[in-house]
C-alpha cells in the first residue's frame, strides 16, 4: 500500500465504469421502471447501471488499498490524426464525393507518422491510388451509391 | 451517383444558366441529365426495397441516367423522409412513402423533424395490398367469428403479436381487438419474421401480417388466413373472406407505397416523373413480380396520390388518437 | 432411397455450366466483399438484385446463396490479418487469430481457417440435406424463455473470452449491455440513451463498434508502437500449419462444427452465438487455457467452422418455413419472391429442382471457395510485409467506405472514430473489450426476450424453470458463474493473506 494517490490503470478504469453507471442512472430515471411481472423500459437500464457503480467502485477500492499497473504514456499524435482522418472523411464525403475525400483523408492519415507525409510522392501515391480504387471497386464494380464528385446542383 | 467530369461542368453551366434566367424552365426542359436516387426509408430486402428496384430499372433504362437506390433505415422512415426533405427541390432524390412516412408518423411521432403534407409531395402512387390476419394452427377456429367466440370464452388467457408500436400491422389489430371488445395480451416482437416463428411454435395465436409473408406460409398449411383487412375481398386471393364480410368494416388497412419528392419540385418535373414510373409500374413484368408480393398496381397521376393519401391520413388519424399512442 | 433421387436431381441441376457458372460469381463476389472489411453481404445483394432480374431464378439465387456463405469464408482474413471483424462472428476470430498473425503465424491461421470451413460448410449442407426435421425440432422447442436462458448463458459466459481481472471483465460487460440498450424500446416504443439523435433511434450500429473498438485502435497502438520502435511483427513463417497445430485445431473445427449446425438453426442470435460458444467451450476444454488470447490455433479453428456450419443450416428455417433467420437471408428471401418463388414450407415439394438444386450447388460452391481462397492466403500474407505508413491509410480507407455505405450514413462513419479513441482508451486501462462486445450483441436479445417471456406467462417468473430446456440452460449459466468465481474468490483470499 502507497501512501500517495497514483492514477493507476484500475484506478482510472473503475472511476470510469462509476462515473459512467451514475450517469446511465440518472438518464434510466426518465424511463417507467414497470413492475417486478411487468418491466417497463427503465429496468434494465436501473440494474446495470446499478451493476457498474457497484463494480466501478470495488475497483477503485482495490486500486487504492492493493496493487495496480501503471498507465503506459499516451501517444497523442497517432489518436489525433487517426481520428481526425476519419471524422473528415465522415463529413466531406457527402457534400464533395469520393475523389476529393480520399486525397484529403489520405494526407490527413499520413500526418500521423512523423516525417511519413513529407515523403511527398509516395503520399501522392497513396492517395491517388486509393481514389482510383473508389472509382472502380467501390462504385464502378460493386456500385456502391456513393457520390464520386461535389454535388454542384 | 457516377458522373464524369464532363457531366459535372454540364450540371455546373446549367445551374448557373438557370439561377440567371431566374426560371427553371431549363432544368425541366431537360430532365434528367444527371442521376437520381431512389432513398428508402427500410434495409434491403422488403417490398419498399424491390419496388424501389424496380422503378430503379426502368427510370435507368428510359432516361438512360442511374437511378441509385440508397437504403436509410431508421426511427420508422423517419430518417430518410427528413433527407429527402433537406435535399434540393429538384426532382432528383426520390422517396418510397408508405404508411408511416406519409400518413401515421405525425400522428404517432411527437418530434417530426419534417411535415409530410407540407415538405412532400406524392409524384405517383406504385401498389398496394391488405393486411392479414393469420393465426397459428395450434388455434383451431377456422372463422373469425369462431376465433372471437374462443377468446370471449378464455378472456385473458390469448395472446396476438405486433412488430412494433405505431406501425401499421399494430394500429390495425389494436383497431380489431377495440372494435371486437377481446381481451387479450400484445406481444411486441422485432419484425414479421419473428412474430411467424413465434406463431409456428404457438407461443401466440394470431398477428396482422404482410402478404406476402403470410400467404406462402398459409398455402404451406402452416397458418390459417382468417380475414385480409379490406370491404372486399382481394383479387388475388378471393378465398380469404375480408373484415368487412366477417363485420369489422373498419379495420381497413392496407400496407401501400407511392413515390415522394421534395414539396417544393417544379410542378411539370413531379409530373413527368409519374407518368414515367407509372408506365413502368404497368408493365406485364412489373405487375407479375408484384403479384408475387401479393400486391396490386395502383400507379397514376399525383392527384390520384394525393387523393388516396388524404383519404388514409383521414382514415388514421381518428385510430391513432382513439388508441392514445405516442413515440417521444 | 428417395433422398439419394433429391440429391441427384440437385446435382443434374447445379452441374451445369450455367449454374456451376453463377455459383462461381456468387462465391468470388463473396469472398472479395468478406475481405473487404465492413462492405457487407447486405448491401452487396441488394446492389445485384436488379441484375438477376434477368437471369433464371435457380442461376440467381445459386449465386446469392454463394455470396452470402462465401462471405463467410472471406470474414476471416480481416480479422486475423489486421484485426477488424467485419461481422459479430467475426470477432473472435480476432482474439487468437490476430495475435498468430503478429507471431508470423498468419498463413497458419488462415490455412486452418480455410480448410475447417471447408470441413463444417460440407457438414452444414449434408445436415441441411439429411436431418433438416431434427434440427428444426431443436429451433421449435426454442420459445421465447428458452432464447431468454440461452442470451443469459452467452452473458455469462462473456467472461470466459477474458484473459485478466475478471471484476473489470464484468463490468465491461455491462459498459456492452449499456450500450446494446440504446435505442428504441421495441415494447414501449420509449427512445432509450439516444440524446436527442434520430441516429441513434435503431441503435449504434454493430459495424461502427466493431471496427472502432478492435480495428480503430489497433492502428492507433500500431503507429505507437512504431513511434517507440518496439513490438515489430516477426518475421513470416511458414503458410500451412505445423503437424503440431493440425493436431490441435482438428478436433477443435469438429466440435466447432458441431455447435455451429446447431445453434444456426435458431433464427435471430443463433448465427451469433455459434463463433462465441465455441471459442468458450474450446477454452474450457483445453488443458491450457491461458495460451488463449495469445495466438492459440485452436480459438481460430473453432470459431471459423462454427460460422461456417451455421450459415449452412441457417437455410433450413428459410427454405422449410419461410423465416429468414438474419438480414441477409431476408434479403434472399425477398429476391426468391421477385422471381416468383415464394420461400415457405411448399418449396421442397413444389419446387424440387430448385430446392434440391441450391442445396447441391452448395457442395460444389464450397469446394470452389477452397480452392480459390488456399493460393490467395499467400497474397493476403504479403500485403502484410508492405509498409505500414502505406498499409494503414489503406485500412483506414476501406473501413470508412465500408461504414458509410452500411446505411449512407456519415453519423456512422463518426461512431467509428468515437469508438476507436474509447477502443484505446480501454487497452491502456487493461480492459478487455471482446466481451463487451459479445454483451452489446445478446443484451438487446436478452432483455426483450426476457420481458416477452413475463407478458407471455402473465408475470410468473416460474416459466424458466418449467420448460426442460430453459432449465437446463439456467443450471448450465449458474455453474459458469461458479466455475469462474470460485477460483477467483479463492485467489483474492490467498492475495488478502498474503499482505
Known amino acids: ?153 | 451517383m457516377r458522373r464524369t467530369s464532363l457531366d459535372c461542368v454540364r450540371a455546373f453551366v446549367l445551374v448557373v444558366a438557370a439561377t440567371l434566367l431566374a426560371g427553371t424552365a431549363v432544368a425541366q426542359d431537360n430532365f434528367p441529365n444527371r442521376a437520381l436516387r431512389i432513398v428508402v426509408p427500410f434495409p434491403p430486402g422488403g417490398p419498399n426495397d424491390v419496388l424501389a428496384r424496380l422503378v430503379s430499372d426502368h427510370l435507368s433504362k428510359v432516361w438512360g441516367q442511374p437511378a441509385v437506390v440508397e437504403n436509410r433505415p431508421g426511427g420508422g422512415g423517419n430518417l430518410a423522409a427528413d433527407l429527402v426533405v433537406k435535399a434540393p427541390a429538384d426532382g432528383y432524390t426520390l422517396l418510397i412513402g408508405a404508411t408511416g412516412i406519409m400518413a401515421v408518423n405525425q400522428f404517432v411521432y411527437k418530434n417530426l423533424p419534417y411535415s409530410s403534407s407540407r415538405d412532400l409531395v406524392a409524384a405517383t402512387m406504385l401498389a398496394h395490398a391488405p393486411l392479414i390476419l393469420t393465426v397459428g394452427t395450434h388455434v383451431t377456429a377456422t372463422t373469425l367469428a369462431d376465433y372471437v367466440a374462443f377468446v370471449k370464452a378464455n378472456p385473458g388467457k390469448r395472446n396476438w403479436a405486433h412488430p412494433g408500436v405505431g406501425t401499421s400491422p399494430q394500429l390495425a389489430a389494436a383497431t380489431f381487438v377495440a372494435r371486437a371488445g377481446l381481451d387479450m395480451a400484445s406481444i411486441p416482437y422485432r419484425g414479421t419474421t419473428a412474430i411467424v416463428d413465434a406463431q409456428l411454435k404457438g407461443e401466440i395465436d394470431w398477428t396482422m401480417d404482410v402478404m406476402h409473408s403470410a400467404i406462402p406460409l398459409h398455402r404451406g398449411g402452416k397458418v390459417r388466413a382468417l380475414a385480409v383487412t379490406a370491404k372486399q375481398r382481394w383479387p388475388l386471393f378471393p378465398e380469404i373472406p375480408s373484415m368487412a364480410e366477417a363485420g369489422y368494416p373498419d379495420v381497413d388497412a392496407a400496407a401501400w407505397f407511392c413515390i415522394a419528392v421534395h414539396a417544393g419540385t417544379p410542378r411539370p418535373i413531379v409530373e413527368r416523373l409519374g407518368a414515367e414510373i407509372a408506365r413502368g409500374m404497368k408493365s406485364e413484368d412489373s405487375k407479375q413480380r408484384l403479384a408475387s408480393f401479393g400486391m396490386l398496381d395502383i400507379s397514376g397521376t399525383p392527384d390520384e396520390a394525393r387523393r388516396y393519401i388524404d383519404a388514409q391520413i383521414a382514415y388514421w388519424r381518428p385510430i391513432v388518437e382513439g388508441l392514445k399512442i405516442t413515440v417521444e | 432411397m428417395e433422398l439419394f433421387d433429391n440429391l441427384a436431381l440437385g446435382f443434374s441441376v447445379a452441374l451445369t455450366w450455367q449454374n456451376l457458372l453463377f455459383c462461381m460469381i456468387g462465391v468470388l463476389i463473396g469472398t472479395l466483399i468478406g475481405v473487404l472489411p465492413g462492405i457487407g453481404p447486405v448491401a452487396t445483394i441488394a446492389m445485384l438484385l436488379p441484375i438477376t432480374f434477368y437471369a433464371p431464378p435457380i442461376a440467381a439465387i445459386i449465386m446469392l446463396a454463394g455470396i452470402y456463405y462465401g462471405a463467410q469464408y472471406g470474414g476471416s482474413t480481416t480479422s486475423i490479418l489486421v484485426n477488424m471483424p467485419g461481422e459479430a462472428s467475426a470477432v473472435v476470430t480476432c482474439l487468437d487469430g490476430y495475435p498468430m498473425a503478429r507471431m508470423g503465424r498468419a498463413g497458419a491461421a488462415l490455412t486452418v481457417a480455410a480448410v475447417g470451413s471447408l470441413f463444417a460448410g460440407i457438414v452444414g449442407t449434408l445436415a441441411l440435406a439429411f436431418f433438416t426435421s431434427p434440427l428444426l425440432a431443436v429451433a421449435n422447442s426454442f420459445g421465447s424463455p428458452e432464447y431468454c436462458s440461452l442470451m443469459a448463458l452467452g452473458l455469462a459466459a462473456s467472461v470466459v473470452l477474458a484473459q485478466g481481472s475478471i471484476l473489470k471483465a464484468t463490468m465491461m460487460i455491462f459498459v456492452g449491455m449499456l450500450l446494446g440498450l440504446v435505442g428504441t424500446d421495441v415494447q414501449s416504443a420509449t427512445l432509450r440513451y439516444t440524446f436527442g439523435l434520430p441516429e441513434l433511434s435503431d441503435g449504434i450500429g454493430f459495424v461502427s463498434v466493431a471496427m472502432g473498438l478492435f480495428g480503430m485502435s489497433e492502428i492507433i497502438l500500431n503507429l505507437e508502437r512504431r513511434l517507440r520502435q518496439q513490438g515489430v511483427i516477426a518475421k513470416i513463417g511458414s503458410l500451412f500449419p505445423s503437424r503440431e497445430e493440425w493436431r490441435r485445431a482438428i478436433p477443435a473445427s469438429a466440435r466447432g462444427t458441431g455447435l455451429g449446425a446447431l445453434l444456426g438453426v435458431l433464427p435471430g442470435g443463433g448465427a451469433v452465438m455459434s463463433s462465441f460458444a465455441s471459442y468458450a467451450l474450446e477454452k474450457r476444454v483445453s488443458k491450457t487455457p491461458e495460451r488463449f488470447g495469445n495466438g492459440a490455433i485452436e480459438g481460430v479453428a473453432g470459431p471459423e467452422a462454427a460460422n461456417n456450419a451455421g450459415a449452412q443450416t441457417s437455410f433450413i428455417p428459410l427454405l422449410i418455413l419461410g423465416i429468414p433467420s438474419n438480414a441477409v437471408l431476408a434479403l434472399l428471401a425477398g429476391a426468391m419472391m421477385i422471381h416468383g418463388v415464394a420461400p415457405g414450407p411448399q418449396i421442397a415439394s413444389s419446387k424440387p429442382e430448385l430446392f434440391w438444386g441450391v442445396i447441391a450447388s452448395m457442395f460444389m460452391g464450397n469446394v470452389m471457395l477452397v480452392i480459390i481462397n488456399l493460393p490467395l492466403i499467400g497474397l493476403w500474407v504479403r500485403l502484410l510485409k508492405i509498409p505500414y505508413g502505406i498499409l494503414f491509410p489503406a485500412i483506414l480507407f476501406f473501413c470508412c467506405v465500408g461504414v458509410y455505405t452500411l446505411n449512407n450514413s456519415w453519423f456512422d462513419v463518426l461512431a467509428t472514430a468515437f469508438f476507436g479513441i474509447l477502443g484505446y482508451m480501454f487497452r491502456k486501462l487493461g480492459c478487455e473489450m471482446a466481451p463487451l462486445l459479445m454483451a452489446y450483441v445478446l443484451a438487446p436479445l436478452f432483455e426483450e426476450n426476457l420481458r416477452r417471456s413475463m407478458l407471455l406467462s402473465r408475470g410468473d417468473a416460474m416459466v424458466f424453470i418449467d420448460r426442460p430446456v430453459s432449465a437446463g440452460l439456467i443450471a448450465a449459466t449458474i455453474i459458469l458463474i461458479l466455475i469462474v468465481i470460485l477460483p477467483n474468490f479463492r485467489k483474492t483470499r490467498e492475495v488478502a493473506f498474503k499482505e
Do not use: H
Not at chain 1, 51 to 67: D, M, N, P, S, T
Open chain 1, 1 to 153: 500500500m502507497n501512501g500517495r494517490l497514483k492514477p493507476t490503470q484500475d484506478l482510472v478504469a473503475g472511476l470510469f465504469f462509476l462515473l459512467l453507471g451514475i450517469g446511465a442512472l440518472i438518464i434510466a430515471y426518465n424511463y417507467a421502471p414497470g413492475t417486478a411481472s411487468r418491466f417497463g423500459p427503465g429496468m434494465a437500464p436501473r440494474v446495470f447501471s446499478w451493476c457498474l457503480i457497484v463494480g466501478g467502485a470495488l475497483i477503485v477500492g482495490r486500486a487504492i488499498l492493493g496493487r495496480s499497473d501503471a498507465i503506459e504514456r499516451l501517444s497523442f499524435r497517432p489518436i489525433f490524426w487517426v481520428t481526425l482522418a476519419i471524422v473528415v472523411f465522415g463529413l466531406v464525403l457527402p457534400p464533395f464525393g469520393l475523389v476529393i475525400t480520399t486525397l484529403i483523408c489520405a494526407v490527413i492519415a499520413r500526418m500521423a507518422e512523423p516525417g511519413l507525409v513529407q515523403k511527398w510522392t509516395e503520399t501522392a501515391i497513396v492517395a491517388v491510388v486509393l481514389a482510383l480504387l473508389g472509382i472502380f471497386a467501390f462504385v464502378r464494380a460493386l456500385e456502391l451509391p456513393i457520390p464520386l464528385w461535389p454535388d454542384l446542383s
